[in-house]
């Protein structure tokens, strides 16, 4: 069974950091590049950053986002991580992770978890 499981999210007041993690299983985590994405109540979903298959290639992140989200992957734990700093009341969102393989069709995503910026 493919999965990916995100976990980390909870309340943080403006400032704060956060890490969230997403567990893969059922299919070969290394090969597959990997995003997150977010969607805040009443908007669209969109794109946070992608990490390539390949360890060592560039990352991609939203223009906002740079400086302050980081994303990176342990191919070992088939784990990807976002990590946040300096967080804002408008990143709160729910945060979704998935994996693609590059050159192919299938997409997996996850559930989500929820991160939430408030004094």
């Known amino acids: 069974q493919v999965q990916l499981v995100e976990s980390g999210g909870g309340l943080v007041q403006p400032g704060g950091s956060l890490t969230l993690s997403c567990a893969a299983s059922g299919f070969s985590f290394s090969s597959y590049a990997m995003r997150w994405y977010r969607q805040a109540p009443g908007k669209e979903r969109e794109f946070v950053a992608r990490?390539?298959?390949?360890?060592?290639?560039?990352?991609t992140y939203a223009d906002s986002l740079k400086g302050r989200f980081t994303i990176s992957r342990d191919n070992a734990k088939n784990t990807a991580y976002l990590q946040m700093n300096s967080l804002k009341p408008e990143d709160t969102a729910v945060y979704y992770c998935?994996?693609?393989?590059?050159?192919?069709?299938?997409?997996?995503w996850g559930q989500g978890t929820q991160v939430t910026v408030s004094s």
């Open positions: 990490i390539p298959a390949v360890t060592g290639y560039s990352t």
């Open positions: 998935s994996a693609a393989l590059p050159g192919a069709n299938t997409v997996y």
